[in-house]
């Protein structure tokens, strides 16, 4: 979940009522629906710039001559790494207002953010880091 509290938890795709079971889709409906999309556009684009980068990285290790450096992986990687900097920090930016719509069921404006929404931030660290190190590296022998 990107935003918990002590009876629901909402992610960019729905938002559940842990005290009676239900979830419900976050729509058009939304007042800040756009935002949210951009959220979820981002991510997925990140998740196959990621995937982009795993088999372009497996093709280079096989086609590259000794010595030269993994620069078109570490490019998709950067790129994945962008797209996770923009989703997080737009959630981040526009929290409130996301959490302030009408058509939600209960009141979430009272929360904190979720394990998913630290995954996100811990995954741009770690996708940054690893486009840096697709630049450094080497293919050897």
């Known amino acids: 979940a990107w935003w918990v509290g002590d009876n ?10 842990t005290n009676i ?9 939304f007042r800040e629906y756009q935002s949210i999309q ?21 093709l280079q290790l096989f086609r590259l001559k ?10 998709i990687q950067l790129l994945s790494c962008l797209c996770v900097m923009i989703a997080a920090s737009i959630y981040t930016d526009r929290h409130e207002e996301l959490h302030k719509s009408n058509e939600y069921s209960i009141d979430v404006s009272e929360g904190q953010y979720g394990y998913s929404f630290v995954l996100a931030w811990i ?19």
């Not at 629901?8 to 009522?17: G, K, L, Q």
Request: proline share 0%; hydrophobic share 55%.
């Open 8 to 17: 629901f938890s909402t992610d960019v795709w729905r938002m559940c009522a």
């Open 21 to 29: 079971s239900t979830c419900m889709a976050i729509t058009d409906q």
């Open 38 to 58: 951009a959220v979820q556009a981002t991510m997925i684009l990140s998740t196959i710039f990621c995937c982009v980068a795993f088999l372009v990285f497996i």
């Open 66 to 75: 000794q010595g030269e450096r993994f620069v078109l992986t570490s490019i």
């Open 123 to 141: 995954a741009f660290a770690f996708t940054l880091i690893s486009g840096v190190m697709y630049l450094v590296l080497r293919k050897r022998k």
